[in-house]
């Protein structure tokens, strides 16, 4: 009777735990963070994309946050608050080998590449049709990007090449919203803001019913600034994007992925894999879906990339560091 009783009970745990497995809940193998940036920002809008579609398609759980810039980004990922993060290609370089921003703290190896997804342009914007090159920044007031973030080096490296520094103009250092806010109030004369166009910031004071401009940089001064930053790029800004006169041309960096070097091959695999295979499914979701390539992803030489990213493209023939 005992043996009876006994059997009875495993059997009816066995039905208890298998009514709880049905439920549909089921748990994910691994649970990521994702530190994106400003909610204003391209990085959080798609970085929000990226994260429910891999959740969905995956038993990996990423959920995405908004970040503070590229630098704080590299430190929360280096700390482990978060396991994923945006990242804007020069920083990366920067956090990796111990240089500008991370001069004094010294090199960070605790991460690797997952993917290089698109190109973010360096965006000059005003509302004041008198301001046509960099060099009429000098005197104004101008928002260069929060401290701490890739977009105030990037506003001084562009400054630099049309021989202006910091100390030239009335530097505001502003997140992208509290620029778009503070150039729609007349509060500032131009911001610098670095995110894949178009973005949400420019896009909404276009909005507003005031023209919007944006700078263009001169072939002279992009050559110099290539060479003295050669991981900048010439990029043109179609008129269509934000309906100006005509195409603006300035520069980029590339968004990339990072992640730390302890997260699991398999969930790196996943989000990979997931993001690449459903490119059409990722790009009805947000327009930068379609800026996204195998060839471009595994684009990245000076950082070395995860195992989990790396076996995916090796199944697509394409060999990383």
Not at 38 to 62: I, M
Not at 109 to 124: G, H, T, W
Not at 145 to 151: Q, Y
């Amino acid at each position: 009777m005992k043996k009876f009783l006994a059997i009875v009970l495993c059997l009816l745990m066995v039905v208890s735990l298998c009514a709880c497995g049905g439920s549909g809940d089921t748990e994910k193998a691994d649970e990521l963070t994702f530190a994106t940036g400003g909610e204003s920002g391209t990085y959080y809008a798609f970085g929000t994309v990226l994260a429910q579609h891999v959740s969905g398609k995956t038993d990996t759980s990423v959920t995405a946050i908004v970040g503070n810039g590229s630098q704080a980004n590299v430190e929360d990922l280096d700390a482990g608050a978060v396991q994923l993060a945006f990242c804007q290609s020069d920083v990366m370089s920067y956090a990796y080998s111990g240089t500008n921003l991370f001069a004094d703290a010294g090199a960070v190896d605790s991460f690797s590449v997952v993917a290089a997804l698109y190109m973010e342009q360096v965006q000059i914007v005003t509302m004041n049709p008198n301001i046509k090159s960099v060099a009429d920044l000098k005197g104004k007031s101008v928002s260069i990007g929060a401290l701490g973030s890739g977009v105030y080096f990037n506003a001084l490296d562009i400054l630099g090449a049309y021989g202006l520094s910091e100390d030239d103009i009335d530097a505001q250092y502003l997140n992208f919203a509290d620029s778009a806010d503070n150039l729609k109030d007349g509060k500032i004369d131009a911001a610098f803001i670095v995110a894949g166009a178009p973005t949400t910031a420019i896009t909404d004071l276009a909005t507003g019913g005031k023209a919007v401009y944006l700078v263009s940089l001169d072939e002279e001064h992009i050559e110099k600034l290539i060479e003295a930053s050669p991981y900048y790029s010439k990029n043109v800004i179609a008129k269509d994007v934000y309906g100006t006169d005509e195409d603006v041309v300035t520069v980029a960096v590339a968004a990339v992925v990072i992640v730390r070097n302890d997260v699991s091959e398999d969930a790196v695999y996943n989000f990979v894999s997931s993001v690449f295979e459903n490119l059409e499914e990722v790009t009805a979701a947000h327009a930068k879906g379609a800026e996204c390539s195998v060839e471009f992803a595994a684009s990245i030489t000076d950082v070395p990339y995860h195992p989990g990213a790396a076996k995916y493209f090796a199944e697509k023939g394409v060999e990383v560091a």
